[in-house]
């Protein structure tokens, strides 16, 4: 590949933490696009340095930057249609099904109307990895097991663990290693395992629930619609070619992360705990569709396409292998 | 600006901020109106200003620091509650026997009251009025008697409740309880250092201060209920977030609680309760409002890139770390001379703090470090805040015997950073048994 | 007062304004206390009756924007905002006053400016839409606080620019709407009234 001739662009892009599993796309999308482009379209990625998680949307509709990184579930009303990808128990058994579905949500006019007014237009899904829980005491076989603990679990994730009798915690994520040890809370779930792993739960923790699957969180990429309309189309197309590869070495490291992860967890003595079928439906009919319904109706009521924005989410997760890469 | 790259207009920045506040300009005023400009350099006028719009909530609503208000109301109420007396009569009475026992005794007692109170300027005023008579009459050297006083009030920014460390971990995004805990253990080194000085100085030359002596172990003990109150404030505020069954905000308002019922017990008026809470509004608002706006410089230099481009300036040109961090020293023991510490601090960290993160030193540790070298610039002429402050009580001591008398505590400062520097378990130990 | 008389309206609208003030850092007074209890109902709770506050870091969040920005003028009233004044204190008194008076013009433009941009601020949290991650509590109330306190400290500023700018031009009137002039010793002196209680303390 040779290099695409255009003008000096400098882009800022704001992360939060360190570097890490998640960040390995936008990293990826920026060596891309420097090297394409000779180096003259330049990528500042901001680790914080930038602003704070809960401020980057309005400093992205301000257009102090030209693309961020950021998480529904830190300001849920910013965007509410939007946190139909927050519902728990979706079924996103993997990263192909997650990337499908969340483009597709990505491409609905309503959504992209919505962020539209943060002045943000879709790149990429963060493709966060489902959360999953490390505890400590007994673990728990069964539904009646999770009555009265105390999780930390965020978002529509805690909805879920509501109605199965847990007693959803905030704590911050840094936080959650002390809480946990000193037993402020039994449970805390994560990305899994790259969060259980960064935040060490898994040394105080006793098991570790496999394949509970309660839902994740939606964290993509967003540009600045201004920035974007005003590169050049050469620029633009260096995005398009940067996105497989971005969503390949995003899926590597969230794998890797597990390689990594895994055997410590087992090193560490955890208790893997996997449910079987019928808990797991159990779960779902507990905590998904009540909570998916609850949803509907509380943003139907706010004029938001809830149901058809569900159907969309529902659908494209059944849409096996048609469209895995967009 | 055309022609200046980023980190020249950060730069330029960071020295207009400089001379500003060397003019007097209001350090929140000074640095807000510095980033300000400098993001408007860096993205153009309307991102620029509309950027400095979203950080002033942004930076204030953070749970961490909510901790803030509740340590400074503990300061305010601990006047009142009337635990130092019989803190500075038990540590007289355990401790008295020593060459300058009187000293050695206000040491502990300001150690103990560090506990209850976040600012050093508030134990350096109640010393001051309590032990120093106390010193003179039994006929110790009134710089000796002065500077202990001076000196030991520095301890308050160490042991928590500490505003200083609070402020610390907000800017550089520390771990607050971390810091807190971390500070208790190195101020108690320190007391000890300074008690070492003490005895040297007093066993060389007993005139300075001599041992009191004639209590029976029976007087000793029964000296130690009053104490309780302190130890119980100490108790509920380190063993909550040791046992992490409180948030360090949670733990503040637990013992300011507790101080509260104490002053309340000891007498405390409403209109005292009304004034104490009054001016921790004043003092909490101040701390906010310099927090947010030199956060807002803050983002104009992380927009330059300077603190990043900076540190890895200062790592490439492979001068040995430990020559950085005594440069660093140096620069915080000139600064102090001159400066408020909050100012101090919240001018300097962003810079200082990636440079030595660079060079792979441990924050908590870097924090109480800090802490300390804002304690030697309480101190040091010119503008040594705790020295004035003693002077206030005491207009007959003579500022220049204050700033005397603290000479000997500034080797002993000295000496703590040394071994600090040298031994980092003395922080580090406790947050591997804590956390 | 000689100087009262001739700075006209300074003077009414000082204290008028001094009035406002008081109030609102008596709110965040109030708030402070209230926290304080808040805080103890926590921790007392959850430990010995598994109870947590609802929303707990939520609301602790949103009030502490009472503390954060209600006293700001107040704070600027009575000279509370940190800086440095070696260098003032060594001046000719009419080369402090225009120090002074060129320190406060210029926090009146950030301030200006902050107002501006905080109300924006507000204006898209209303607009858009925001929230708090927990309990989802509505935010733009508390970012509404923001410019309005700080509109408060740009009059009060005004009210010290006025004071000054007289002070310029006539070094020998008696300061009027400016905090008296703090040396690190009279500050010293403030400190300890503030520790050792208020009896015999002196205050504007
Ligand atoms: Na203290
Ligand atoms: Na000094």
Not at chain 1, 10 to 21: F, N
Not at chain 1, 54 to 76: F, I, N, R
Not at chain 1, 145 to 169: C, E, H, N, S
Not at chain 3, 11 to 25: I, M, T, W, Y
């Amino acid at each position: 590949q040779g290099v695409v001739d255009g003008p000096k662009v400098a882009w800022k892009l704001a992360t939060w933490g360190k570097p890490r599993a998640f960040t390995v796309g936008i990293e990826t999308v920026k060596k891309h696009v420097e090297t394409r482009s000779g180096g003259k379209f330049t990528i500042t990625i901001g680790y914080e340095s930038f602003g704070g998680p809960k401020e980057l949307l309005d400093l992205l509709k301000v257009g102090a930057l030209q693309a961020t990184t950021m998480c529904s579930s830190y300001h849920p009303d910013k965007h509410p249609a939007y946190t139909a990808l927050d519902l728990p128990f979706l079924p996103l058994p993997d990263a192909d099904a997650q990337q499908r579905v969340h483009e597709a949500f990505h491409a609905h006019p309503f959504i992209q109307k919505e962020m539209a007014g943060w002045n943000g237009q879709f790149y990429m899904s963060g493709l966060l990895p489902q959360y999953e829980f490390i505890g400590r005491g007994n673990p728990p076989k069964t539904i009646a097991d999770f009555k009265g603990m105390r999780v930390r679990a965020i978002g529509g994730i805690g909805d879920a663990m509501k109605r199965l009798g847990a007693v959803p915690t905030s704590v911050d994520a840094t936080e959650v290693y002390t809480s946990m040890e000193r037993g402020t809370v039994d449970a805390a779930s994560f990305p899994s395992t790259y969060a259980h792993g960064s935040y060490k739960t898994y040394e105080v923790g006793k098991w570790f629930t496999e394949n509970m699957a309660p839902g994740t969180q939606a964290c993509p990429t967003l540009f600045n619609i201004d920035a974007f309309k005003a590169l050049p189309d050469a620029y633009k197309a260096l995005f398009d070619e940067a996105k497989p590869l971005a969503y390949d070495n995003l899926k590597a490291a969230y794998k890797e992360a597990d390689d990594k992860f895994i055997p410590l967890f087992k090193k560490a003595r955890l208790s893997f705990v996997r449910f079987g079928d019928a808990e797991l439906a159990e779960f779902r009919r507990v905590g998904a569709k009540p909570v998916w319904d609850e949803w509907v109706a509380q943003m139907a009521a706010r004029g938001i396409p809830a149901q058809e924005l569900l159907d969309l989410i529902l659908k494209s997760a059944e849409a096996k292998g048609s469209g895995a890469r967009s | 600006m055309a022609g200046l790259t980023p980190v020249e207009i950060g730069l330029i920045g960071a020295g207009a901020l400089f001379l500003l506040a060397a003019i007097g300009m209001r350090i929140a005023f000074a640095a807000g109106l510095v980033g300000a400009l400098g993001l408007i350099a860096l993205t153009g006028w309307e991102a620029g200003i509309k950027t400095i719009g979203v950080i002033p909530y942004a930076k204030s609503i953070n749970y961490t620091l909510s901790v803030l208000p509740m340590f400074i109301l503990i300061g305010y109420l601990a006047f009142y509650a009337g635990i130092t007396q019989s803190a500075f009569e038990a540590c007289r009475r355990w401790f008295g026997w020593l060459p300058g026992g009187l000293a050695v005794a206000t040491i502990y007692a300001v150690a103990g009251f560090s506990a209850v109170s976040g600012a050093s300027t508030a134990a350096a005023a109640v010393f001051a009025k309590v032990a120093i008579p106390e010193m003179l009459k039994a006929g110790y050297d009134r710089r000796l008697a002065a500077g202990v006083v001076a000196a030991g009030s520095t301890l308050d920014s160490l042991i928590p409740p500490s505003a200083l460390l609070v402020v610390y971990g907000i800017i550089v995004e520390e771990s607050i309880g971390k810091l807190l805990i971390a500070g208790f253990v190195p101020g108690l080194v320190s007391a000890a250092v300074y008690t070492l000085i003490v005895v040297a100085l007093c066993g060389l030359r007993p005139e300075l201060g001599r041992p009191i002596t004639g209590y029976s172990w029976g007087e000793r003990w029964r000296s130690v209920p009053g104490t309780f109150p302190i130890l119980l404030v100490i108790g509920i505020i380190f063993t909550a977030m040791f046992y992490g069954w409180a948030t360090p905000t949670e733990a503040g308002a637990l013992g300011a609680f507790c101080v509260f019922v104490l002053a309340l017990a000891h007498g405390m008026k409403r209109g005292e309760l009304m004034q104490a809470l009054q001016d921790s509004a004043r003092l909490s608002v101040m701390i906010f409002t310099i927090i947010w706006s030199v956060l807002i410089f803050v983002r104009f230099l992380g927009f330059a890139n300077l603190p990043e481009t900076l540190a890895s300036w200062i790592v490439g040109a492979n001068v040995p770390p430990l020559l950085v961090l005594v440069s660093i020293y140096l620069i915080y023991i000139v600064l102090g001379m001159f400066m408020d510490p909050i100012g101090m601090l919240l001018l300097t960290l962003p810079v200082v703090y990636p440079v030595i993160s660079a060079l792979g030193y441990d924050g908590i540790w870097f924090g109480i470090v800090v802490v300390k070298l804002c304690g030697i610039g309480l101190l040091t002429p010119p503008v040594g805040l705790c020295c004035f402050v003693v002077n206030g009580v005491r207009p007959d001591i003579p500022l220049g015997d204050i700033f005397r008398g603290i000479l000997p505590f500034i080797v002993a400062d000295l000496l703590t950073l040394a071994l600090l520097t040298a031994y980092p378990e003395i922080v580090t130990f406790i947050l591997d048994v804590a956390f | 007062m000689a100087g009262a008389v001739e700075t006209g309206a300074l003077g009414p609208f000082d204290r008028a304004l001094a009035q406002v003030e008081n109030g609102l850092n008596l709110v965040s007074a109030a708030a402070i206390f209230v926290l304080m209890f808040i805080g103890v109902v926590q921790v007392v709770g959850r430990s010995l009756f598994g109870y947590a506050i609802h929303g707990y870091i939520d609301w602790i969040e949103q009030s502490s924007v009472l503390v954060a920005f209600l006293g700001v003028a107040y704070c600027q009233r009575l000279g509370g905002h940190v800086r440095m004044e070696v260098v003032l204190q060594n001046l000719p008194r009419r080369a402090m006053w225009v120090l002074e008076a060129i320190g406060i013009l210029l926090a009146l433009v950030i301030v200006g400016m902050l107002v501006y941009s905080t109300f924006l601020n507000f204006q898209r949290a209303y607009q858009l839409g925001d929230s708090t991650m927990d309990i989802r509590l509505p935010i733009w109330p508390a970012k509404l606080v923001v410019p309005i306190a700080l509109g408060l400290l740009w009059l009060r500023l005004l009210v010290q620019l006025i004071g000054y700018g007289r002070l310029v031009r006539r070094p020998e009137l008696a300061p009027l709407g400016v905090p008296t002039i703090h040396s690190a010793a009279e500050q010293a002196r403030e400190e300890i009234a503030e520790s050792l209680g208020r009896a015999d303390a002196r205050r504007d």
